[in-house]
């Protein structure tokens, strides 16, 4: 991102405190454009996704969880509380073993690391099908984990910070979308046992805060919690909840140079440290801390600086300095390029926050790469705990499973999954904003009155959309639709008569009109080929991109293409895309089309 993106010195100077009594409502500040009031979310349950990648993803999930045992899920928590523990070991990282050795075991890691995102996605699960089965399964498991849970569990656990965070979005997730009214007695509970094992302040990773212990327990993430500390206050848990929350605010180190534009990105553990930045985000629309929205924005920009083609960032796991050239250097070193589910939910979170607050689309822009090109690619979840860790850039990519059972991307996945759903649509009082084109329904009300959008189309495979209104009562009000920077000469129609006026790309496009019922809009988003290097420093690497989607040369050739060759690229079929050189055909697919072959990110052109 060029260093005219990032948000100016100057405007640190307005910072506010965190703690200060009250909300303040978010302002404008230095002619940057920031919205009165942040785009407000729609509900799980207001969206119907049609069968596809997205809904796949989230019905494989939900068996998986549903699948496992409440003693296989429990067992962790009683063990370590010295309570009885039948039934099955889900072995990996997710059980307890008291004499783990960082340097040779694997099973044992981090014990009940994800109970709590699979209770926050059990819960949202239950906000879109609304399945009693599901709710029961909820509230049942926290009556035991309420059962289980001891101060045990966080003075032996490596992570406290780390589990204590997935706990609470797991009880808040139950109270907002199961109504489980002892949701918040349990986190009360949880958080009086975890408080004495947890650091005083936010402590960096790898910071020894724990002094006699293996360096294992320097990995822990306590600078992670204010994001769901924020909304458990905002959700009615408790005034001392904001307050946590602001005692973890990782300023000194991290929040207070990105504000200025300094970057200190480089070394810091990717995933963590990006989600993070959801934090600043709450900090700011919890308290009104500008200085918060101007670290999230502009960490945001310096990431997206060091990011591949598809929008993943961080190889083996670090965040990489200005003018890095381990990007680069990765595609021939290392097959751990991207941590794809837990990478991908960080950055959903970060991109749908920024847009919220900005209304600006190209954070929609950016979340859109990154959930066609990295995570709907991720091999399914495994009843055993197989999963997908890392997505791979190599020159000699392939998709495999993690050699960890149950690592960390076992419990992020299902929350992504979850989640398309309220990353698509937005609402600013009466009026509607559409920032992913997915095969939906959108249903809500206004005013007493009843609404819906149907979106169909294969897009991305083309290039247009269709979406259907319907409405109790014929009604004036503006739907925005994200017209993605990659599109030139987007056009739209309305029942079937062109629309007036230029349609600019890297906006929203604003259509106000007095609805009624079967009243369409066709959005035509034309897909050239076009091309984008690694780096400016190596302009001969490149990726081939149509429309959002990177198109990854599988069973990968050595010749060298040229420029012209690569934007000649013919279509062979749905989604399968091939280039001709030379008496040679190389074949182009998406990242969800690559399947078990070997594959490349990255191609060499010729000069």
Known sequence: MAASRMISRRAFLRTGSVLAAGAAAPQSFFGLATPESPLTEFGYWDVSMAPGLQENQRAETYDILMGISDDALLKPFREMAGKSAPGLDLGGWYSYRSSFNYKTDDAGFAPG???GQWISALSRSYAITRSPEIRQRVRGLNQLYAEAISAKYFELSRF???SYDKIVIGLIDSHELVDD????????????LAMAHLPAKAVPRESVWQPGRDVSYTWDESYTLPENLFLAYKRGAGSQYRELA????????????????????????AYSYVNALSSAMQAYLTMGSEKHLLAARNGFDMLAAQSYVTGGWGPDELLRGPESEALFASLSKSHNSFEAPCGSYAHFKLSRYLLR?????????????????????AKPLQADGHAFYYADY??????????????????????????YRINTYFRNGRDVYVNLY???????KSEGKDFSLVQEG??????????????????????????PSWAEGPSATINGRPLQGPIVNGQFLRIEHKWKTGDEIVLRLPMAFRLEAIDAKHPGTVALLRGPLVLFPIEVSTSILSRQQLLSARSIGPSKWMVEAAGERATFVPFTEVGEKTYSTYVEISS
């Open 113 to 115: 690391h994800a109970f």
């Open 160 to 162: 406290p910070a780390y």
């Open 181 to 192: 009214s002892e949701a918040f007695s349990i986190l009360d509970r949880t958080t009086a």
């Open 246 to 269: 602001g005692k973890y605010l990782m300023d000194d180190g991290y929040f207070d140079p990105l504000s200025r534009g300094v970057n200190v990105l480089e070394g810091k553990h």
């Open 357 to 377: 607050v900005t209304r600006d689309s190209r954070y929609g822009d950016s979340m859109e790469r990154v959930m066609y090109n990295t995570v709907l690619g």
């Open 394 to 419: 190599n020159s000699q990519g392939s998709r495999v499973y993690s050699k960890h059972r149950w690592p960390c991307c076992s419990g992020t996945l299902p929350q992504v999954a979850a989640d």
């Open 438 to 444: 997915l095969p939906s329904t959108l249903r809500w």
């Open 458 to 483: 294969n897009y991305p495979l083309d290039d247009s959309v269709r979406l259907t209104l319907s409405v109790s009562r014929a009604e004036k009000f503006a739907l925005l639709l994200r017209i």
